[in-house]
């Protein structure tokens, strides 16, 4: 039996992990944590009956250890690390809307546990920490985004030196056609493929989730951001694609469908039955893949040019980013502004490096920046 605690377990990606475990034999799910939506995480651990439930916020904790019965139950940041210490897991899903869990992450590793990571954040920030911690130890971390699952599957087996690119496709989100320009909040969260929270629905719009999905290729799969390209690829079909240097490519292509990289990253590299319908390849009538336009979708520009900064810029340029989406959520500025407030925040900032305190404090620096 692999148990399992799902971090974030109230979101897209959280509530699909779920439906994918409750269809798989031999997991169990030892543990839930939310962020504030302590009814959802309350339904969730009457039906899962698990041993453990966190909420970060504390606000909400009264509310939620009322409800609760035998399971025990934490709250904040802290609550998660607390958690994830007094339940046995092997595997911990992350699917935070944020890097919030990056210490709950760390300690999973230096268990030993294996990480399904959703949370591109966590990459984008800490990524030489986490990716050196989890070589170190051995741990198995593998990738939920589509198209980073994509590569991965692409890479099984193979040997890094034989590979030339990485190629990581991009819907094109809302606007690949329309113009940018007085769009409203709604256009800019009716993404045209996925169905996913609101933070990383704005990003792909931006496709500034494509510059952080540049900067986590490059931690994940050890490779310079000159090796990572970008297509656009509006049918969502092919996740993303390898090029060896004989010329031949290969790539991962299903029905568009997170259950499908979730499922695999819980059982890889077995493969299991799942609820995805299968992709009917003689009725796909085209596959078309264009090159990007960085000058109508500069973030894309931003994250390739923080990735080559390095140090502390990939971590700022994704605070600034978090800042400016939450901005934009809340009415305070247009979507034209986005990507103006990060490149500000950036040309602002002294890339250092050093601890994980180090890049916590950029974060806290960009976002107030990013405020102001
Ligand atoms: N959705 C997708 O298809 C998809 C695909 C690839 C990668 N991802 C990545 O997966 C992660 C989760 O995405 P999602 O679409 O599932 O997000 P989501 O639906 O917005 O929510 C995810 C979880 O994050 C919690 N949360 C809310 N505010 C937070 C905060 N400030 N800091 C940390 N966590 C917070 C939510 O808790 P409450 O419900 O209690 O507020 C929820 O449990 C993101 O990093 C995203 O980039 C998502």
Redesign the pocket.
Known sequence: MKRVIIL???????CNAIDVISRLENYSIVGLA????YQ??TEQAKKLRPQAVTI?NQKFYKKLNAQMGRALTFSGEGGVREMIDAVKADTLIC????S??IRGVIQAIEKKMEICL????ILVNFGHLIMGKVKKLGVRLIP???EHSAVYQCLEGRNMNDVLNIILTASGGPFLKKSIRNVRKEEVLRHPV???????TV?SATMM?KG?EVIEAHHLFDVPANMIQVVIHPEAICHSLVQFKDGTLLAQLSTPD?KLPIQYALTAPHRLPSSTPYLDIARVKSLTFTVPNVRKFPCLRLAYEALEIGKTMPAVVNAANEEAVRLFLEDKIVFSKIAGIIEGVMNKHQPLDGNLDCYLEAISWAKSQAKA
Do not use: F, V
């Open positions: 974030g377990s109230t979101g897209s990606i959280g939310a962020y504030g939506n959802r995480l970060i699917a935070l809307a944020s919030l869990g959703a949370t591109k954040e939920i985004d589509s996925w169905k996913m929270g609101k933070k990383i990003d989730n952080l997170m």
